[in-house]
């Protein structure tokens, strides 16, 4: 099974329809919440909290979910996983309300906090040859390019023809099809040691520290920064954060290793990945916003025209995956962040009127860098450890992705926002002055994105030499 021979690459296919089912759920929901709204008479708080409650869970379980993976079964817990997700939009479909809404996304968050972190596991575990992991990396990762390029387009489509609650209803028969496939051919991995105890109280410590930071910027959106219940929800965060790092020095068997901090390639990978989605979660949204909200362009329109870069970012996925088994992770990572770092500043010259076909292959690049990128660090960051900690790896992985998303998404909100007048319920069409607000913003957080990719790409090439560094003196390294 492990040689790569068809069941393992079956095994990749069922693991990457998992990840594809949890990115498409946010992008799918997102199109349709005018419509939400409407139907269930939701303010645009309601209509927040829709998006945000399936965020939460999902971003403050997921080291949890990842970890438990690594002590009772990683086939089990994936499996749960689609489970839970599967039950979650059933119950969001026939929602009569908006508070059985919400506990709905609840439910569905649980989903992808545990077959996420499972199907990268997976995947560590099924693929001992480093070249073919890559690969399968690269496949995993196209699932989510792939969802983010089919995601408002196909919401739009949805929504126009079949009604929102099959936004959520879509998802039932997948997955249905997912844990049938899934059953047979993932392999029944042990657990890794058999028979450690599960650190509670770390669970209980990071949830906190992750629903609470997460919670306060995503509210920091509309209240401010600076407002108390914002202020309030970052002091519990960060006072959990800390006593997550006391608990877990003590603990015999930790959630999170902090000792894999020490590790300057996984401490590499990790900040690649929050910023890599800290920009381009952010540019998938907000160019959205852009094409619907200043140009007047319908979701399904928009969802095209945003399209590209999910495309690129699709095929540039695989493609990175067989570069990195030839030349190892760091070039295409530097190079990946690099051209996604200059072709997102390229999208400086946008104003009000600039059609797709001025800028699509920005578009093109930006999806193509990141693409590009996003095997490396994710291959760098599973590496780092060896299989029995796989679970803890990639669930610390995929939590600062997750966290990078969520935080793009307020902190370039905020610029995008900051001078428009009134940004409407539901994303309404703006009038002319508040277009052109629109717009300079956007420009704002395009140069700090594009910034903030470059000068990730100069940290991973610093901790790079280090790392290197360490290796030509084998007493620094633990075992792995």
């Known amino acids: 099974m492990r040689t790569g021979g068809s069941r393992a690459w079956l095994t990749v296919g069922a693991v990457a329809g998992g990840l594809f089912l949890a990115v498409l759920s946010t992008t799918l929901v997102s ?46 817990v994936f499996l749960l996983g689609v489970g839970l997700f599967a039950a979650g939009a059933l119950g969001c479909g026939v929602a009569p309300s908006v508070p059985v809404l919400l506990a709905g996304r609840v439910v569905q968050g649980l989903g992808p906090a545990l077959l996420v972190p499972g199907s990268l596991t997976i995947i560590r575990t099924t ?31 949805v929504v126009a023809g079949l009604g929102w609650r099959w936004v959520f209803l879509l998802n039932v028969p997948l997955a249905g099809i997912l844990l049938a496939v899934a059953a047979r051919v993932v392999p029944r991995l042990e657990a890794n040691p058999p028979g450690a105890r599960f650190d509670w109280g770390g669970t209980v410590l990071t949830t906190v520290a992750v629903a609470s930071l997460t919670a306060g910027i995503i509210h920091g959106q509309t209240a401010g920064p600076a407002a108390a219940s914002v202020l309030g929800a970052f002091a519990v ?46 540019a998938i949204v907000y160019f959205s916003g852009y094409f619907q909200q200043v140009q007047g362009r319908t979701p399904v329109t928009s969802g095209l025209d945003v399209s590209a870069i999910g495309v690129a970012f699709a095929l540039a996925a695989p493609l990175s995956g067989r570069l990195v088994g030839r030349v190892g992770p760091l070039p295409p990572m530097l190079a990946g962040l690099v051209v996604g770092g200059l072709a997102t500043l390229g999208l400086l010259r946008l104003e009000p009127d600039t059609g797709i076909r ?14 590009a990128c996003l095997t490396p660090m994710t291959h760098t960051a599973l590496s780092a450890v060896g ?40 994303g309404g069409r703006l009038g ?27 940290l991973v090439a610093v901790l790079s030499l280090l790392q290197r560094s360490r290796r030509r003196d084998p007493r620094r390294d633990a075992a792995r």
């Open 358 to 371: 001025a800028i699509w292959w920005d578009f093109v690049l930006v999806g193509a860098g990141i693409g």
């Open 31 to 76: 199109v349709a919440l005018p419509a939400i709204g409407r139907g269930l008479d939701a303010s645009a708080t309601d209509l927040q909290w829709v998006v945000d409650a399936y965020v939460i869970v999902y971003a403050s379980l997921l080291v949890a979910g990842g970890v438990l993976g690594d002590r009772v079964g990683r086939k089990g």
């Open 387 to 426: 299989r029995a900690r796989a679970g803890m790896a990639s669930a610390v992985h995929n939590a600062f992705r997750q966290f990078g998303q969520v935080l793009g998404v307020a902190v370039l909100g905020l610029q995008v926002y900051a001078d428009v007048s009134a940004r409407g319920a539901v």
């Open 432 to 458: 002319h002055a508040d277009g052109r607000r629109f717009v300079d913003g956007l420009h704002h957080g395009v140069l700090l994105s594009g910034v903030a990719l470059l000068a990730a790409a100069g």
């Open 127 to 157: 693929f001992e040859d480093a070249r073919k992991r890559a690969l399968a990396i690269g496949l995993w990762s196209t699932a989510s390019g792939l969802s983010l390029a089919a995601g408002p387009a196909l919401g739009g489509v």
């Open 237 to 282: 965060g960060v006072a959990a954060a800390a006593a997550l790092v006391l608990w877990e020095r003590r603990c015999r068997a930790p959630l999170v290793d902090l000792s894999l901090f020490a590790r300057p390639a996984f401490v590499a990978a990790n900040v690649a990945a929050l910023v890599v989605f800290f920009s381009f979660v952010g």
